[in-house]
Nanobody, 115 residues
Framework: QVQLVESGGGLVQPGGSLRLSCAASGRIFTDDRMGWYRQAPGKERELVATITYYGTTNYADSVKGRFTLSRDSAKKTLFVQMNSLKPEDTAVYYC?????????WGQGTQVTVSS
């Protein structure tokens, strides 16, 4: 069992930056994948980016070049640095831990981009 706790959301102006963190507790595995998804009001949850245990990343086209994903050396904390934020980035951001086709989700953190 893996528990995920997200932090770092908030209100930011367009063009600003935020850094989200996701701390995982419990055992992790070298064939895992962590990532961020987001869900805006009235929309389905969508991929933001994922990263494997060994650092291979995958980004949604909408965030490429603006968001950067990383994991700490212990591989148990996930970060996303979000730059050049746009109003359309406004959503609840959810952390994901996936291993052996089992998904674990965090509780979500709100990101609001508005002037």
């Amino acid at each position: 069992q893996v528990q995920l706790v997200e932090s770092g959301g908030g209100l930011v102006q367009p063009g600003g930056s935020l850094r989200l963190s996701c701390a995982a507790s419990g055992r992790i595995f070298t064939d895992d994948r962590m990532g961020w998804y987001r869900q805006a009001p009235g929309k389905e949850r969508e991929l933001v980016a994922t990263i494997t245990y060994y650092g291979t990343t995958n980004y949604a086209d909408s965030v490429k070049g603006r968001f950067t994903l990383s994991r700490d050396s212990a591989k148990k904390t996930l970060f996303v640095q979000m730059n050049s934020l746009k109003p359309e980035d406004t959503a609840v951001y959810y952390c994901l831990y996936r291993q052996n086709s089992v998904n674990y989700w965090g509780q979500g953190t709100q990101v609001t981009v508005s002037s």
